[in-house]
């Protein structure tokens, strides 16, 4: 396979097939893939879009290119929540102790600038000292003192992902649904996270401008959503 040959397919609104998908991410992540190629495939996506079963087979492809997390070890129950984003950052402070406070372990992995609002990591950092890349084994530590971590994705998680999110930013996809959603599931299945809950926000200044839009938002998660394992 080909690089321009996907490009084309997308560009021409036909299907990415599961090999396409495959190769595509693979060879993104190992470099054979420019940033120039897949920022065009990007904008294809954004303007023609992914049916579940892409946007399923693009989360799995992303997942298989790093480590999968596991807190098997832990004694309580994982859950955590992603934002769409927001300027303010209102609810991961105070949401991640009080779930830990009810009793379950909360692996809050955050996220840096992704549009106009910046990301939850980028804001976290203006306070002296505090640290956003953790290790697998200290973020394991820290839930099992606290029941709650805040902190970046480590380089082996999904490191696809963390070529593409950092490409988007500056290429104008950002508002690609099908790689929002990819992006956001591909990290929280190969955390490991037990349950997942979904912040979307809705107003001017979010990707989602109505409630109908944001309830929707983005189609039946279960459809297309690789299983743990």
């Known amino acids: 396979m080909d690089a321009v040959s996907v490009i084309r397919a997308k560009r021409d609104r036909a299907e990415l097939t599961d090999g396409q998908i495959d190769w595509v991410?693979?060879?993104?992540?190992?470099?054979?893939?420019?940033?120039?190629?897949?920022?065009?495939?990007?904008?294809?996506?954004l303007l023609n879009g992914m049916n579940a079963r892409e946007?399923?087979?693009?989360?799995?492809?992303?997942?298989?290119?790093?480590?999968r997390m596991d807190f098997s070890s832990l004694p309580l129950p994982t859950s955590d929540k992603h934002s769409t984003g927001g300027v303010?950052?209102?609810?991961?402070?105070?949401?991640?102790?009080?779930?830990a406070a009810c009793g379950a372990a909360v692996p809050?992995?955050?996220?840096?600038?992704?549009?106009h609002t910046g990301g939850t990591l980028d804001k976290l950092e203006s306070i002296p000292g505090w640290r956003a890349r953790l290790s697998n084994d200290e973020m394991l530590q820290v839930l099992r003192d606290t029941g709650?971590?805040?902190?970046?994705?480590?380089?082996?998680?999904?490191p696809a992902d963390r070529k593409l999110y950092a490409l988007r930013d500056v290429t104008g996809t950002v508002?690609?649904?099908?790689?929002?959603?990819?992006s956001i599931m591909s990290k929280k299945i190969a955390e490991g996270t037990g349950a997942l809950v979904l912040d979307v926000k809705v107003g001017s200044g979010a990707?989602?401008?109505?409630?109908?839009?944001?309830?929707?938002?983005?189609?039946?998660?279960?459809?297309?959503?690789p299983r743990p394992g």
């Open 25 to 45: 991410i693979d060879a993104y992540t190992r470099g054979e893939v420019a940033d120039e190629q897949m920022s065009a495939l990007a904008m294809a996506i």
């Open 55 to 67: 946007i399923s087979r693009w989360t799995g492809a992303m997942i298989r290119t790093g480590e």
């Open 88 to 99: 303010g950052d209102k609810t991961t402070l105070p949401l991640a102790p009080l779930v």
């Open 108 to 115: 809050q992995l955050s996220g840096r600038g992704l549009g």
């Open 148 to 158: 709650a971590v805040i902190c970046a994705a480590g380089d082996g998680l999904a």
């Open 175 to 182: 508002e690609a649904i099908p790689l929002i959603a990819s």
């Open 207 to 225: 990707f989602m401008k109505s409630l109908e839009d944001a309830a929707s938002w983005p189609g039946p998660w279960s459809a297309w959503a």
